[in-house]
């Protein structure tokens, strides 16, 4: 099975609206981190934002927030008040206590992001 | 800092040739890891490192080799390139440990005809 699931292979949302990219995980530990990764056009990978498995509110860190639903094994990216600039590849990814010392990110296919002006 | 620097950015192998991908990193970083990323795919982790002298496989090992002699230097050996290497490889590094981000290098394109 899957260890993340990222079902939006492509979106596309208008500049200045909000637009939520979907991720859904599996595992069966209690501690595990979940992280969302912006790859643009030239490549690199840009750490955007983290939750963890323990943490009860959502994390934000500016226009990006984590919308974490633990029970629903979810955990979607919201981007508010998109920008041009916002055009990309998003990866969810996680870490797991089960992955022993790898401490590996397990990333999903991603989903390619085109912000419309 | 400069974070995370990987060289080369570009670099054409043929098969059975054997190089070097150079990693390193000056944030103090207990963790390093190689992942490839190939088409339409997320990232596989091939080696990774929890401390100088200290390494183990990840998910798609075969074909390469890993040293680990400091703690700012990961560098990552294909033995003998083969076209199914074809991919683009990162680096990247963290405190050791589930809820602390990698940060990543800028990435190497590698290409094996």
């Known amino acids: 099975a899957q260890k993340i699931t990222q079902t939006q292979p492509g979106m596309f949302v208008q500049e200045k609206e909000a637009v939520t990219l979907d991720c859904t995980y599996d595992?069966?530990?209690?501690?595990?981190?979940l992280f969302w990764y912006k790859q643009p056009s030239s490549g690199e990978m840009i750490f955007l934002i983290y939750?963890?498995?323990?943490?009860?509110q959502n994390a934000t860190e500016g226009r990006y927030s984590l919308n974490f639903q633990k029970a629903r094994k979810s955990a979607n990216l919201v981007i508010s008040a998109s920008q041009l600039g916002d055009s990309a590849m998003y990866f969810c990814?996680?870490?797991?206590?089960?992955?022993?010392?790898?401490?590996?990110?397990?990333f999903g296919s991603g989903t390619q992001l085109t912000v419309l002006p | 800092n400069a974070g995370v620097t990987q060289t080369p950015k570009f670099q054409v192998l043929k098969t059975g040739q054997s190089m070097t991908l150079q990693c390193a990193q000056d944030?103090?970083?207990?963790?390093m890891s190689w992942y490839r990323q190939d088409p339409g795919m997320g990232l596989r982790l091939i080696h990774y490192s929890v401390g100088a002298g200290i390494t183990d496989q990840g998910e798609v090992p075969n074909g390469y080799n890993v040293s680990r002699s400091t703690t700012e230097d990961f560098p990552l050996r294909l033995l003998s390139a083969a076209p199914s290497q074809t991919s683009v490889y990162f680096c990247a590094s963290s405190y050791d440990g589930l809820y602390y981000e990698q940060y990543f290098g800028p990435g190497t394109r590698l290409t094996v005809t």
């Open positions: 944030m103090n970083h207990e963790y």
């Open positions: 595992t069966s530990d209690q501690s595990y981190g």
């Open positions: 990814a996680m870490r797991e206590v089960s992955s022993g010392s790898a401490r590996q990110l397990t």
């Open positions: 939750q963890g498995s323990y943490d009860e």
